[in-house]
T-cell receptor
């Protein structure tokens, strides 16, 4: 019973580099979420997928951030031309689609800690 | 503008006593409230939730209380154990449709002393 996995766990990037963060959700989970957690803050919503469809990307801070889930399972969050303010832990979560039980729970991965120098 | 607020950054209690963690929210549209627990270097783990149609939900040592008129919820842990030491996040969501995103507070670090 594997949980949500993320890779890499740690990433150091020089300012201006592009990075790609991977999320493997729990098998069968329809919904997938990305959150950004800055130091001392709670997680903040970035984007949401239902299967391969990106239904909400209102939390993406700029057009340098791009997420995809082409086959409805694995997802990648890409950050282009990284800036120091992008330094944070990026959390991925997955859940069964709401409606099956009237309640949903998001299962989180361990996160990727991105440091931009 | 923080829609979910946890005003106590930290809380320290003795083992066996009650821990009470508080959370306030401003968005009247929230209809699900959740508590997550987080250990260092791990992702948040779901603890307990409550729907806005209820005012209390209990699961073992954990009870969540919701006061909608005050836009306030609290998590009670009785009795507290050293293994409960972690950061606790309050989260809320607006149900319906496909908008399941969670809005989190900043968290409260709970330390349970043996």
């Amino acid at each position: 019973g594997a949980g949500v996995s993320q890779s890499p766990r740690y990433k150091v990037a020089k300012r201006g580099q592009d990075v790609a963060l991977r999320c493997d959700p729990i098998s069968g989970h329809v919904s997938l979420f990305w959150y950004q957690q800055a130091l001392g803050q709670g997680p903040e919503f970035l984007t949401y997928f239902q299967n391969e469809a990106q239904l909400d990307k209102s939390g993406l801070p700029s057009d340098r951030f791009f997420a995809e889930r082409p086959e409805g399972s694995v997802s990648t969050l890409k950050i282009q031309r990284t800036q120091q303010e992008d330094s944070a832990v990026y959390l991925c979560a997955s859940s069964l689609q709401k409606g099956l039980a009237g309640f949903y729970e998001q299962y989180f991965g361990p996160g990727t800690r991105l440091t931009v120098t | 503008d923080q829609q979910v607020k946890q005003n106590s950054p930290s809380l320290s209690v003795q083992e066996g006593r009650i821990s009470i963690l508080n959370c306030d929210y401003t968005n009247s549209m929230f209809d699900y409230f959740l508590w997550y627990k987080k250990y260092p270097a791990e992702g948040p783990t779901f603890l307990i939730s409550i729907s806005s149609i209820k005012d209390k939900n209990e699961d073992g040592r954990f009870t969540v209380f919701l006061n909608k008129s005050a836009k306030h919820l609290s998590l009670h842990i009785v009795p507290s154990q050293p293994g409960d030491s972690a950061v606790y996040f309050c989260a809320a969501s607006v149900g319906g449709g496909s908008n399941y995103k969670l809005t989190f507070g900043k968290g409260t670090l709970l330390t349970v002393n043996p």
